[in-house]
């Protein structure tokens, strides 16, 4: 079956960087195009990177130039390299297969305070 497992979250303070990690198996995984999103207390879940299954990336104006969504299709992982990460950057982070049916991770926390 399907799994998604994200890891590296945690507490950083203001300014400081984070890289995520989602592994996945249970598909051909260099197939589909991989995405993460995050949910912060009493917000909407919000895209905040896209890969395609060739690499190409996008990415709202919130993180643009901050952070990077990077795939290992021999590793079968999915990876978001966070750099001057902000308070409003604090949320859970989610890893996200799209396809006719989409699959989530079950998330790992990102605190971003001093």
């Known amino acids: 079956q399907v799994q998604l497992v994200e890891s590296g979250g945690g507490l950083v303070q203001p300014g400081g960087s984070l890289r995520l990690s989602c592994a996945a198996s249970?598909?051909?995984?260099?197939?589909?195009?991989m995405s993460w999103y995050r949910q912060a207390p009493g917000k909407e879940r919000e895209l905040v990177a896209f890969i395609t299954n060739a690499g190409g990336t996008m990415y709202p104006a919130s993180v643009k130039g901050r952070f990077t969504i990077s795939r290992d299709n021999a590793k079968n992982t999915v990876y978001l390299q966070m750099n001057s990460l902000k308070p409003e950057d604090t949320a859970v982070y989610y890893c996200?297969?799209?396809?006719?049916?989409?699959?989530w991770g079950q998330g790992t926390q990102v605190t971003v305070s001093s």
């Open positions: 996200r297969r799209s396809g006719h049916v989409e699959y």
């Open positions: 249970g598909f051909t995984f260099s197939s589909y195009a």
